[in-house]
């Protein structure tokens, strides 16, 4: 069970989230010192520098061009490259610059570079943008994108994520192979790694033996081909796209499925939960016909939003509702009530305080995105 709450309202509440949220990031995570984001959060002073992984970057790096502030995106650009491998020109996974190259991550950083050319017309993010998408057509196998440079492993994050920039890219370029090529990977996760009996995706399977499959479900995976859907849906016009998003959709919202847990909510890790808010927001706005999942996109953002924001910290959040504060444990354990919850109390307080509590870097940068 759960609370009621205005759908109306907390529109209106998180209509300034977003930016508060970031720029509180940005305030709180970025080291004028390294001109770089530090996973260290810098709320009690002096935080020791921890470089964030790939992945954080192009989370927080699509959330900070979105806030259309060219200052920011010139400054995330510059730390994204730090990443870079020199001889690949693409990026990895540590500022190392070595092979430790995943797909998934390059897929994220071209929808970054996309982003930032649409924010600014700056040509050289466009052409960052196509040599990864180029990267990742070469790690394509019959529609299936291999997760790690020179493994074994095809991803379906990686297969989605690769679709999605090739789809965003066509809007800029109006290249129809990029069309095709997303085509063929959603054809691949539809005929290799679908669920037939709930109808979600597995994590992935070996290139070398199809039937060794890691019948993991990551909502992530289900956002993104969500969105990927939508454009394949409005660029063909074929109702084909928008009926296997409408399927997805049911899938992804079946309160008795993998993805929710005894209090209706859903349980994946909140640092991908944005990915499946982008889904929904991306066939919610193409057709009016999907505009009946809003109402329970907004119920779990109603969740983040007044559960797990810190009242002491605004507009920064907790991860999970165990590993928050005693009070705020207790607000939740009164309005959902289905158990499976036990409070931590683990908290990391900044010294004399019995406030200030760091916060996740990844975490608070995938809410940011859920906020926009």
Known sequence: TSTSFSSSKLLSDVSSGFSDTTNEIWQRFWLSSENAFNSNDDICGG?????PSLWNQAVIGRASVLLQDNS????????????????????????????????????????????????????QY??????????????TINGGVIWQYQADYIASISTVEAALAAVRLHEITNDDSLIEYAQKNMDFMFQYLQDPSDKLFYDGLSQSDYSDVNKG???????????????????????????????????????????????GLWNNQLQYEHL?????????????????????????????????????????????????????????????????????????????????????????????????
């Open 47 to 51: 935080a020791s520098y921890d470089e």
């Open 72 to 123: 920011k995106i010139g400054s995330i650009i510059n730390n994204i490259n730090d990443y870079q491998n020199s001889q690949l020109k693409v990026f990895s996974a540590s500022t190392a610059k070595n092979t430790d190259i995943y797909t998934d991550d390059n897929a994220q950083i071209a929808w970054v570079f996309i982003d930032a050319y649409q924010q600014t017309q700056n040509q």
């Open 126 to 139: 466009l052409e960052a943008a196509k040599y990864i998408m180029n990267f990742l057509q070469n790690q």
């Open 217 to 263: 479900k990551l909502s992530y995976t289900v956002g993104c081909a969500l969105s990927t859907l939508a454009y394949l849906y409005k660029d063909t016009g074929n109702s084909y796209y928008k009926n296997q998003a409408t399927e997805l959709a049911d899938a992804a919202t079946n309160k008795n499925g993998a993805f929710y847990d005894g209090n």
């Open 276 to 372: 499946l808010f982008m889904g929904f927001s991306d066939i919610i706005n193409l057709d009016s016909d999907f505009e009946s999942y809003t109402s329970e996109v907004l119920r779990q953002a109603n969740y983040i939003y007044n559960y797990l924001q810190d009242p002491n910290d605004l507009n920064m959040y907790f991860g999970l509702i165990d590993s928050s504060t005693q009070s705020m444990f207790s607000r939740y354990s009164k309005a959902y009530t289905g158990g499976g919850d036990s409070f931590s109390g683990d908290n990391n307080y900044c010294p004399g305080s019995s406030t200030k509590i760091k916060k996740s870097f990844m975490d608070n940068a995938s809410i940011a995105q859920i906020l926009y």
